[in-house]
């Protein structure tokens, strides 16, 4: 088996009385999708949190590709390779589309510490943000200001801005979540066309679109991961249907 | 840049004033006091509408650039070549020094921390009993230029104050608009997005801290150099409120609109002044009136109507 890319060892987070992490271990595969599944208040997204350095685990580590990541913060996560999009969409809605991916492309060529020059005609980011907004379809609504995009196109421009900075873990939190049926459709045929390309940690509720992208999906409920398998597996896990799937479906 | 002719017509009126007849000391006086402080405020304004930093201490750094000729004049050190980045200088670093602390609070605490360290610097001042104490200083003699009396011609004077400002508004604009700037902006809407393409905004908002305090600092030059006295009551909490006042008056949103803030502010509180005996009771409320009802401040109310 390949070394896996992310390693989870025993991660632990408490709120108050509350073990939102409760002892969490888990392996991310070079190459795969992952999807983390669970009912709202599992933890996912602050499992995301812990993993990306917005929040700190009481205990455990955080190691990505060999390297033992749990006190970085999250910049210094993010120039490590780790990108991520958040749950509820978190772009700068002032700035144009382009902007937005422009800053990430500056932060990945090198000093922001750059004072004379005027960012915003820089060829040489300019055309990378471009090529990002390109790979998630937004190229010809690069110059709209985020703000003013539908749901749907801010969602895949927190993508390009995440893809922009060339991560080697691309960490989603419900990309699909409040997104119409048209804009879901589009957004999984991009998260499809990136698969070959990104190792993902994926969040999402949409069970049809978590078995249509996963290799091997986890099941986290209170806190705790009950199963990790294979699509076909957890379709068929018992428990994973009594403690989840059940009452989805039902 | 085309919106903003009125501002280039202010800085060009203000330019060709002492040539149309308005060169004496009364008018180049005010000219001048109007020139500086939109110079300090163009610097805020940098502050709290590019990198969103609410600064109520703002004065402090003029104060501290201000009170660094003082010193040195008291000390005979009186040329520019010296005097100039003495005050430059110890601004930048007390806006180093405090701007280290504040910066890592935000909303209301940062504006509370800048308010507390600008009356630091206030109560310091005060208590500088070898250069005035509350009384103030007064200069021995304006700062000089390689040994020439050139700041003490009024004209000259006036010039290179006018200089000053459009060289900050220059600058200001350039950083805004450069990556660093780009960063600064971007952290002002939305800082986890900043943290989240790998950069952590504090290093960039202490470095346009050190910088406006730096400008704050060359201001505070001028400003002794144009009253030839400096005194505590420069660096009160008030007069940071006059100039965070002038940026919001000016609308926060654009650089330049800070001076046209520092124009009406002044030009309204000398007239109101000369006019009216208990014109402080009016000026409140009008400033009150004013930021109620010009959203977007004046420089707003100039690009809808035009833009
Ligand atoms: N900062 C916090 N302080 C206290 N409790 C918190 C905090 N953040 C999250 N929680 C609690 O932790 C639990 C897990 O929250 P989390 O957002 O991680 O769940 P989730 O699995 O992402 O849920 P959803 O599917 O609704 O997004 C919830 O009960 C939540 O109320
Ligand atoms: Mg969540």
């Known amino acids: ?50 993993i990306t350095g917005v929040v700190r685990p009481d205990a455990g580590q955080v190691v990505f590709a060999g390297r033992d990541v749990t006190r970085l913060s999250l910049p210094r996560r993010v120039r490590a390779g780790l990108a991520r999009t958040f749950q509820i969409t978190s772009v700068v809605p002032g700035f144009t ?66 893809l922009a900075t060339k991560p ?57 991961v009950i199963a990790t398998g294979t699509v076909a597996e957890i379709r ?12 989805d479906e039902a | 840049m085309r919106e903003a002719w009125l501002p280039l017509a202010v800085l060009l009126a203000l330019g060709a004033a002492p040539l149309l007849g308005f060169g004496g000391s009364y ?42 000729v003082a010193i040195l004049d008291a000390h005979n050190v009186t040329e520019a070549a010296r005097v100039l980045p003495a005050a430059i200088g110890a601004a930048a670093l007390f806006s180093m020094v405090t701007g280290a602390v504040a910066i890592r609070t935000s909303g209301v605490h940062f504006i509370m921390i800048t308010l507390a360290f600008g009356q630091m610097a206030f109560f310091t001042a005060s208590s500088l009993a070898a250069y005035g104490g509350d009384d103030g200083y007064t200069l021995y003699s304006r700062t000089e230029v390689w040994g020439s009396r050139l700041l003490g011609n009024r004209l000259t004077f006036h010039y290179v104050c006018l200089g000053a400002l459009a060289l900050t508004w220059a600058l200001c604009a350039m950083l805004l608009a450069s990556r660093f700037g780009r960063v600064l902006r971007a952290a002002r809407e939305n800082a986890q997005r900043v943290e989240a393409v790998g950069l952590a905004p504090y290093p960039f908002r202490l470095v346009a801290y050190v910088i406006a305090g730096a400008i704050g600092g060359a201001a505070g030059f001028l400003l002794a150099n144009a009253t030839e006295f400096v005194s505590p009551a420069g660096i009160s909490w008030q007069r940071s409120g006059e100039l965070l006042f002038m940026v919001i008056l000016g609308g926060v949103g654009r650089l330049w609109g800070a001076i046209l803030g520092a124009v009406a502010f002044v030009l309204l509180e000398t007239w109101l002044a000369d006019h009216v005996a208990h014109w402080k009771m009016v000026f409140g409320p009008l400033l009150v009136l004013a930021v109620l009802f010009l959203k977007g401040g004046l420089s707003g109310l100039v690009v809808r109507r035009h833009g």
């Not at chain 1, 390693?7 to 009385?17: A, E, N, T």
């Not at chain 1, 068929?236 to 009452?247: F, H």
């Open chain 1, 236 to 247: 068929g896990n018992p428990e994973v249907r009594a403690a989840y799937l059940g009452e």
């Open chain 2, 27 to 68: 008018e180049t006086t005010l000219m001048a006091r109007v020139m500086i402080l939109a110079m300090a405020a163009v610097s805020l304004s940098f502050l709290v509408g590019g990198a969103g930093l609410v600064s109520l201490g703002h004065a402090a750094s003029v104060g501290v650039g201000a009170y660094a």
């Open chain 1, 97 to 162: 589309a382009l902007a937005n991916v422009a800053l990430a492309v500056q932060a990945r060529l090198g000093s922001s510490f750059r004072f004379l020059r005027p960012a915003a005609s820089e060829a040489a980011t300019n055309t990378a943000a471009m090529d990002a907004l390109a790979e998630v379809g937004l190229a010809d609504r690069a110059e709209v200001p985020a703000g003013a995009l539908s749901h749907g196109e801010k969602r895949a421009l927190e993508l390009a801005i995440a």
């Open chain 1, 168 to 224: 080697r873990l691309l960490l989603l939190d419900e990309p699909l979540a409040g997104a119409g049926p048209e804009e879901t459709e589009r957004l999984i045929a991009l998260l499809t066309r990136l698969k070959s390309a990104y190792t993902i940690l994926l969040v999402e509720h949409d069970m049809q679109a978590v078995f249509a992208l996963a290799d091997r999906v986890s099941v986290l409920v209170y806190g705790r």
């Open chain 1, 1 to 50: 088996m390949a070394e896996p890319l992310l390693r989870l060892v025993d991660l632990r987070k408490h709120y108050g009385g509350l073990a939102v992490t409760d002892g969490v271990s888990l392996d991310v595969l070079p190459g795969e999708i992952h999807a983390v599944i669970g009912p709202n208040g599992a933890g996912k997204t602050t499992l995301i949190h812990e």
